[in-house]
């Protein structure tokens, strides 16, 4: 490093030191982020998001002026001198904002800061962070697309190296690949980062997504290798299910493109790219399938293969290959990873060729074994959810949409061969599966123990949000069950379940946003779905049942109920973050969509849906529930017009809108007896739910639904549509005891009828014993997760203040807890709501994050009243930033 450079470093850093303390007393701008990453590197955005929070304890902390600097020289930037862009100060309380200075330059590291001013006007600085370009667009690419001359059928995965030799000292260097398929990437025999199952996937034909890693500590100065090992990911589907994916139209044997653009000491770069100069060899990675699993032949291995000594001599050329779609795009979000490793809880051994290892709960993931054998034994770890009354592994539950022509491809069974070379080791690389029993059987025998195999649970590493802890520990293992599902269906996209399909079925997916977003922080993965939602929808407006797909789901039923993602997500993402891009971005696509079914409508009534997917007993209106839907959509569509100040969309959608609420109330609605439909519990709920009751029939109409429930026996008779529904439905309109009392259920049929049994997750069925859609990991069920937080802890979003800008807070104090905890990482910050009983008094005790304020809901029976440090207060009340403790009694 040059001494100017290492000086400008160590100034930034002692200068940054000081700040943070001599702003400690004070208000502190913290969480710097950029396009919602913390320091992120591959920026393609031209105009990217900046955010922070205020951090400030005192009651009334409010930021009311902002400065925000960026440059490419740290130091300047850490002195308020902006050399790109200086925003000057301004007088707002905003914390997300768009950059708005020089255009951005690909391939360029730029430094930002900002000064805030508090309430008492007076001022602070943040440390600096930074944020780093990467292609900026595809002309900017030097290497070539390329992958070697196999067919496409051809079973193994290949091996790509090549050498490259660097001469001068390295200031910086950084590696970028694009691939159709999967890839791992090795430079020097290193695996480059900690990423599993890159890139994310898309609809390979048009959006590729490209990786960037700073690799500048593992090239060296003189000669250096680089390999890659490509993997069939949903690009080359080569198993056989009802989805089609073999016959997606993007289908090929998978291709990368890679450039690795080193900076030299002196300022000069240079850019190294794949081309024909590379080798490819087949791996011993003998089959891969993302939906099945992977066999590895051990006796293939090839050691040193990524490593500057390795003789590639009998290793075959390469062949140029076009670029799979016309934008490749960076990945910018929270990648896949191994993120727990889970200990084996229990093992029994069968004989000395089969073993049974029992993880204890069930995840999505691999599992990794280490084993002695002799050279030529195959080994095969059969993944399951449950096993067979003899102990023995059973698929049947999740094996059915498979369709294999052979005994080539069994389901969720990796195969490894032994070597023969001591303890050899497997985990696969381009495979996840759902699993919680991993059976072992060889065709030799071998010796285990507990110890042998590890599950590693896999899914997006999104960041954490919220927690919720309660008096009743069933609750407490419902969330948490809830939270494991979510995960497991996150990767790059939601999924339905990681073992029979890992679909992104859309209902799903908006059924659990909620869920979702008040628990983990999902932004980046939204996003990369969404753009998935306008790559998929077709120029008519249809969009697909699962997204993304090969061409399966454009049928009959993939209507409101489901497709409603288009809309539901980006308000959602909306709400939570208070960031409106995804829903500008997707607002033309809405307005598609939602003339597409009006277009279809009769008297502004649609039947285009699935319905309430699996119920209990009791089936809802088709045309009813899916009309619903379509009435979300058209007002979700008026408010985004209103918030992009498109003014006639917004008068001509709330219109429809309004035809379409009377035109369900004109059908559905008994308004002498207050029932919607059959009356069952899902039209009710989702009357109530989505605001389609007349104020005056709101409460009747609730308690009607409440009565239902108790004709029902405190059960629940929901499929997913009033799964997501019934909870807010009731505690939203008075009914928060007979709310709670269906979620604490632990019989059949509930949510804790599964924890009863032993479930660790959430299943697809309410009958545990059902012969068919009982995947064991299923997250459509999942509002619950969600509800939590909005029907106990009160937590809930003001729609006028989107972002937790102002918090609604709105606790139910049921009977049946004697306390209940919510906390929730909101934009802002902390959001706690904590209460506890003890007799006949309530303390509710609240904390609102600096730079926000609070509207409380106090949920006062007769004769109570509220008090603040002894002093009389009323409901509602609003509140500053700050910690509060109240007393009802």
């Not at 850019?271 to 993302?290: E, H, M, R, T, Y």
């Not at 559905?668 to 519990?681: D, P, W």
């Not at 006062?860 to 008090?867: L, R």
Request: aromatic share 12%; net charge neutral; glycine share 8%.
């Amino acid at each position: 490093m040059k001494p100017n450079h290492l000086f400008s470093l160590v100034a930034t850093l002692v200068l940054q030191f000081f700040l943070s303390f001599s702003g400690a007393a004070a208000s502190q701008p913290v969480d710097l982020k950029c396009e919602h990453l913390i320091k992120p590197i591959g920026v393609d955005v031209p105009k990217p998001r900046l955010s922070w929070r205020m951090r400030d304890p005192e009651q009334g902390a409010l930021q009311t002026a902002y400065r925000v600097y960026v440059g490419t020289d740290s130091l300047q930037v850490a002195q308020g001198k902006g050399g790109e862009w200086d925003s000057e100060k301004v007088y707002a309380d905003s914390n997300l904002i768009t950059y708005k200075g020089k255009t951005l330059q690909p391939f360029t590291r730029y430094f930002w800061s900002i000064t805030l001013w508090n309430q008492a006007k007076k001022e602070s600085r943040s440390v600096v962070s930074s944020f780093e370009t990467g292609m900026m667009g595809m002309e900017n690419w030097k290497g070539s697309w390329i992958s070697d001359r196999n067919d496409v059928n051809l079973r193994p995965a290949s091996y790509f190296r090549n050498k490259i030799t660097t001469t001068k000292k390295i200031r910086s260097a950084r590696a970028y690949i694009a691939v159709a398929g999967l890839y791992e990437l090795y430079l020097n025999g290193d695996k480059i980062g900690n990423h599993r199952l890159d890139p994310m996937y898309t609809r390979f034909d048009r959006r590729t997504l490209y990786v960037t890693y700073d690799i500048t500590a593992n090239l060296q100065q003189g000669q250096n290798a680089i390999g890659v090992l490509l993997g069939n990911g949903w690009y080359n589907h080569q198993s056989l299910a009802v989805w089609n994916f073999d016959k997606a139209p993007w289908r090929a044997r998978p291709t990368f493109c890679l450039d690795i653009r080193i900076t030299y000491e002196d300022g000069s770069t240079e850019v190294k790219g794949s081309g024909l100069d590379w080798k490819a060899s087949l791996s011993p990675v003998i089959f891969n399938s993302i939906y099945t699993a992977e066999h590895y032949d051990a006796r293939l291995a090839q050691p040193g293969w990524n490593t500057v000594d390795f003789d590639d001599q009998h290793w075959k050329g390469v062949s140029y290959r076009a670029a799979p779609s016309p934008q490749i795009v960076s990945q910018l979000m929270h990648p896949i990873r191994n993120v727990d490793e889970i200990p084996v809880k229990s093992m029994k051994k069968f004989n000395d060729t089969t073993y049974l290892f029992d993880l204890g709960r069930n995840i999505s993931g691999v599992s990794k074994i280490k084993v002695k054998g002799e050279r030529g034994t195959v080994i095969r770890l059969r993944h399951a959810e449950r096993l067979y009354e003899n102990g023995r592994t059973d698929l049947s539950n999740i094996d059915v949409y498979h369709k294999p022509i052979d005994q080539q491809d069994p389901f969720q069974t990796d195969i490894f061969i032994l070597a023969g070379n001591g303890l050899e080791e497997f985990m696969p690389k381009f495979n996840y599966k759902g699993f919680q029993y991993v059976e072992v059987m060889s065709d030799k025998p071998i010796s285990l123990t507990k110890n042998s195999l590890t599950g590693y649970f896999m899914h997006s590493d999104v960041p954490v949000t919220g927690k919720i802890n309660s008096s009743n520990p069933l609750l407490d293992k419902i969330w948490w069950a809830t939270n494991n599902s979510y995960l497991s269906n996150l990767f790059g996209y939601p999924t339905d379940c990681p073992q029979r399909e890992k679909n992104g079925w859309t209902g799903d997916g908006h059924f659990a946003i909620e869920t979702g977003l008040y628990n983990f922080d999902g932004i980046t993965v939204y996003e990369k779905w969404l753009a998935d939602h306008r790559d998929e929808q077709q120029p008519n407006g249809v969009l697909p049942d699962i997204i993304p797909t090969g061409g399966w789901g454009y049928g009959t039923a993939n209507g409101t109920d489901w497709t409603s993602t288009i809309a539901i997500i980006p308000w959602e993402i909306y709400q939570f973050y208070g960031d409106s891009k995804l829903l500008a971005d997707s607002y033309e696509n809405i307005k598609r969509y939602v003339n597409y079914v009006n277009g279809t409508s009769v008297g502004h009534l649609t039947s285009f849906g699935r319905g309430d997917w699996v119920p209990v007993k009791s089936t809802s209106n088709l045309e009813y529930t899916s009309s619903v839907y379509f009435y979300v959509d058209a007002t979700i569509l008026a408010k985004a017009a209103r918030l992009f100040h498109k003014m006639e969309d917004a008068a001509y959608y709330q219109r429809l809108a309004d035809r379409i609420k009377q035109a369900i109330n004109d059908k559905y609605l008994q308004k002498e007896t207050a029932i919607y439909a059959s009356g069952v519990q899902t039209e009710l709920s989702m009357a109530l739910q989505w605001g389609l009751v007349p104020e005056e029939l709101r409460l009747r109409v609730a308690e009607n639904l409440a009565k239902r429930v108790a004709t029902d026996g405190m059960h629940l008779d929901v499929g997913v549509l009033g799964a997501k529904a019934i909870l807010n439905a009731l505690s939203d309109h008075g009914q928060a005891e007979t709310a709670y009392r269906l979620a604490a259920q632990d019989t059949y049929p509930s949510w804790g009828w599964w924890i009863a049994n032993g479930a660790t997750t959430l299943y697809e069925n309410w009958d545990i014993n059902a012969p068919r859609d009982i995947s064991m990991n299923h997250m459509m069920f999942g509002e619950i997760g969600g509800w939590l937080y909005k029907g106990l802890g009160g937590i809930k979003i003001d729609e006028q203040h989107p972002g937790f800008k102002n918090v609604l807070l709105k606790p139910n104090f049921v009977a049946g807890l004697d306390h209940f905890e919510a906390t929730h990482e909101g934009p802002y910050g902390t959001i706690r709501s904590y209460w506890k009983r003890k007799k006949n008094k309530v303390t509710y005790e609240v904390t609102v994050p600096a730079n926000s304020t609070a509207t409380i809901h106090f949920p006062v029976s007769a004769g109570q009243k509220v008090f603040d440090k002894g002093k009389l207060v009323t409901s509602p009340l609003q509140v500053q930033s700050g910690s509060y403790v109240f007393e009802i009694k």
